[in-house]
């Protein structure tokens, strides 16, 4: 029985929620099972040493609609990659109909599919409808992240500190926690108790990295930045903590079993926030968790004392 799973979210957070199901499809089956993605979901880096996950096929799909898999022509360089795999069964995590009539065209005998076109859902709760009623199972939210080789960093530091991964990254500038709060939030952690911070980032939050590196908190702290994904993991579950923006980050961080602190300005908690044993949220005040949205704006209205003390609380 071949396999194939089709997930055409962008982020690494997606990606990560999405583990769950590819496990439980791999289980069922018991096979490792392909899956399809874009590259910047980080899928070949993040499961690199994931036994249940075979070959990682990449969906290149372009908001200007300039992808290798876009067009009518897309559509056929997309059937031409899976036909030639003669894939026995598919899971499409999508309602698109293109993707239904490309694994049609591919010759899948068997294909399962979100309902067509819908437009709006909780990823998570979705999710897991269509597996559990795809492999006659109950499937686990939460999911966990394979590591063959774990290596530690931290004989390079002390080992009598405690390690905090930052999450100062986000995917648009109202889910960013203001990097002053992160650096004053190093400052008070630091004072309670030895702190090492780990920054994750990309090449595109430098800026907000160098705030913190040359700040007097910089020794203390270790860059993400130039390091690839698949090198940071190691150092994220040696983690004590991770403090996030609802970021790739945040998701991984849990993935990899390390107790997480989510802050959530401007996204929905109960899609993003509450599928994991592993994380625990700040809200902007005035709402609730079941109020936060894609359009809260609420970066302004995140108390910074509730971020500390919660912080606290989990490091103790």
Request: with cysteine.
């Given at each position: ?21 590819i ?35 990449l ?93 530690s ?67 203390n ?16 579950k ?52 079941e109020?936060t ?15 500390l003390?919660?912080s606290?609380?989990?490091l103790?």
């Open positions: 029985m071949k396999v194939l799973v089709i997930q055409p979210k962008i982020g690494m957070g997606d990606m990560i929620i999405y583990l769950p199901y496990h439980a499809i791999s289980d069922k089956y018991k096979t490792s099972v392909s899956i399809l993605v874009k590259k910047t979901s980080r899928a070949k880096e993040l499961f690199a040493d994931d036994k249940k996950i075979g070959e990682i096929l969906l290149d799909r372009e908001k200007n609609k300039s992808g290798f898999h876009d067009g009518v022509r897309g559509f056929f360089n997309l059937y031409n990659l899976i036909k030639k795999k003669k894939f026995d069964k598919v899971f499409i995590f999508n309602s698109s109909l293109r993707y239904f009539l490309v694994a049609k065209a591919a010759g899948i005998k068997n294909i399962a599919q979100y309902p067509l076109f819908r437009k709006k859902d909780n990823i998570v709760n979705s999710a897991k409808i269509f597996t559990e009623s795809e492999i006659n199972s109950i499937v686990s939210t939460q999911p966990i992240l394979s590591l063959k080789k774990e290596t960093n931290k004989k390079k530091l002390s080992f009598e500190s405690k390690y905090i991964c930052l999450g100062i990254s986000a995917s648009g500038p109202t889910k960013r926690w203001n990097i002053k709060n992160y650096l004053k939030l190093c400052e008070k952690l630091n004072n309670h108790t030895p702190c090492r911070f780990y920054l994750a980032g990309g090449k595109n939050d430098q800026e907000l990295v160098d705030i913190i590196m040359k700040s007097k908190i910089g020794p702290c270790l860059s993400f930045t130039d390091l690839k994904i698949k090198e940071t993991l190691p150092l994220i040696q983690s004590d903590l991770c403090i996030s923006n609802d970021t790739g980050w945040l998701h991984i961080a849990s993935a990899l079993g390390v107790k997480c602190l989510g802050i959530f300005m401007d996204s929905p908690v109960m899609a993003y926030g509450k599928y994991s044993k592993n994380i625990s949220v700040i809200i902007p005040e005035g709402e609730t968790e109020t949205t894609h359009n809260t704006l609420g970066e302004s209205k995140i108390s910074f004392e509730k971020v003390s919660k606290i609380q989990l103790d």
